[in-house]
Nanobody
Framework: QVQLEESGGGLVQAGGSLRLSCAAS????????MAWYRQAPGKQRELVAH???????NYLESVKGRFTISRDSAKHMVYLQMNSLKPEDSAVYSC???????????????WGQGTQVTVYS
């Protein structure tokens, strides 16, 4: 099967930066969609950034120009570079990945365990 492991969260002062990483392991033939979501206490989970099979990306309006999603398919990694962090960015961030398991179109979609990002002013 496929497993996802996130890292890179932590405590940072407003204006600072963090880089989140999501490592996929297992029987992976290729990657389809990859995304980062976040959920703050008392709020609904929201899509922060998404990258498709090509290079197309899209972002939550409030993070545009500050966050960048990228991936290294060869290393089975997806990243979220977060700059100019604000207290309102504080949340649990989770990666969501869809992978191709074979050449027949079999896919797997799963979530990482989540990593806490806390931004203080």
């Amino acid at each position: 099967q496929v497993q996802l492991e996130e890292s890179g969260g932590g405590l940072v002062q407003a204006g600072g930066s963090l880089r989140l990483s999501c490592a996929a392991s297992g029987n992976i033939f290729g990657f389809n969609e990859m995304a980062w979501y976040r959920q703050a206490p008392g709020k609904q989970r929201e899509l922060v950034a998404h990258i498709g099979r090509g290079t197309d990306t899209n972002y939550l309006e409030s993070v545009k120009g500050r966050f960048t999603i990228s991936r290294d398919s060869a290393k089975h990694m997806v990243y979220l570079q977060m700059n100019s962090l604000k207290p309102e960015d504080s949340a649990v961030y989770s990666c969501n990945v869809e992978v191709r398991l074979d050449t027949m179109g079999t896919t797997w979609n799963g979530w990482g365990q989540g990593t806490q990002v806390t931004v203080y002013s």
